[in-house]
Every structure is written in C-alpha cells, then in structure tokens.
C-alpha cells in the first residue's frame, strides 16, 4: 500500500505562482511513474501532468505547457508540481496519483494505482 498526501495549495492571484508536492510513503517511489491530476468544481477530473521514474520524460496537458513543471526528488519520496502563470480556469482541486506497475499510460487515470486526497489551489481574477 501507498499512502500520497498533497500539499501547498492555497489562494494565489492570476498571473501568480504556486507549488504543490506530493510525499509518498514508500521508499520504492523512485519506481513509481507519478501523475498530477485536477478536478473543477462541476467538471470530470482531467490529466495535468506526469513524470517517469528517472525524470527520462515529462508530459503535460496543453493548457499547462510551458506554465507548469513537474519534477521528482526520489531522496525525498516527493513530486512536485511548479504553477506559474496561473489563471482562474486552473482553479481546482489537484491530485498526486502514483503508477507501479503495469501498462502506462501519463494520461489516464487507470494507468495509477494510488491517489492521494487533494489539495485546493484557487486563483483568483
């Protein structure tokens, strides 16, 4: 079993910066391919952006391409999700979701098998 706990949302003004982390509880992360996910108010949760075990590759949704970065720190079991640029449609709540084992796919959520409980991130206009 792994547990994912978020953190860092919070309120943040258009045009402002955020990072959100992800702290996994097993030691075997660095194993894991990692996803961010989001879900509005209202709105299906949809795919943000993963990171493979060795940082190798990154991928990311159109809206957040070249606003967001996602990065892993294997030492501290962690992956982060650097925002900036932000803007009220990125308001929503987002998850950290950990893929172990089988056939992956960054962006489906049937490709991970843990997902933490979310972390607010509201921007306002």
């Known amino acids: 079993q792994v547990q994912l706990v978020e953190s860092g949302g919070g309120l943040v003004q258009a045009g402002g910066s955020l990072r959100v982390s992800c702290i996994a509880s097993r030691r075997t992360f660095s194993w894991y391919r990692m996803g961010w996910f989001r879900q509005a108010p209202g709105k299906e949760r949809e795919f943000v952006a993963a990171i493979t075990m060795n940082d190798d590759s990154t991928y990311y949704t159109d809206s957040v391409q070249g606003r967001f970065t996602i990065s892993r720190d294997n030492a501290k079991n962690t992956v982060y999700l650097q925002m900036n640029s932000l803007k009220p449609e990125d308001t929503a709540v987002y998850y950290c979701?950990?893929?172990?084992?089988?056939?992956?796919?960054?962006?489906?959520?049937?490709?991970?098998?843990?997902w933490g409980q979310g972390t607010q991130v509201t921007v306002s206009s």
């Open positions: 979701a950990a893929a172990t084992s089988g056939l992956y796919y960054p962006n489906l959520q049937h490709s991970y098998d843990y």
